[in-house]
């Protein structure tokens, strides 16, 4: 069972950083190389923003949005809006549940339709398009060219994903 990583209170986050347009900043120096009102962190090798705090790494998209609007309830995520992983300007940031945050998703590396939720059936040579709602892979039907199956996939995410809906 994966734990989740408890983050420092907002009212240190607070004493700590300095917020400004998606980044955040030392208030303090912290040795040697961490001067007062330097940037804090770095990219991870996955594209997002990670800062170190006495050792311990933590999300900077989390410390933000706990600096905004305090603990992030369990269970919860961060979701970008816009999907660019390292914009962690606070009204980019959202709460979200796993399915939410994968809703808010592009298409797979592997695909090769073009089109989040479309793909080629040979057997049938159409596109086949299929929308994933609460676990549970929904049939959208086959067409004749990719964008036809691209609009069924469209607007099935607006009626099922809302505003995490991703096309």
Known sequence: MKTIKKYPPREILLETFIYEDGKIFWRQNRGKNIKSGKEAGRVSNKGYFRVCINRK???????????????????????????????????????????????????????????????WKSASNKYQSQILVNGQVKYLGLFNTPEDAHKAYSMAAKKYHGVFAHY
Request: charged share 30%.
């Open 57 to 119: 790494e933590y999300l900077r998209s989390r410390i933000i949005y706990i600096m905004h609007n305090g603990d992030i309830p369990f269970g919860l995520l961060i979701d970008h809006k816009n999907e660019i992983k390292h914009d962690d300007r606070i009204d980019n940031l959202r709460l979200s549940n796993n399915s939410q945050n994968k809703n808010n998703s592009g298409k797979r590396k592997t695909n090769k339709s073009g089109y989040k939720g479309v793909s």
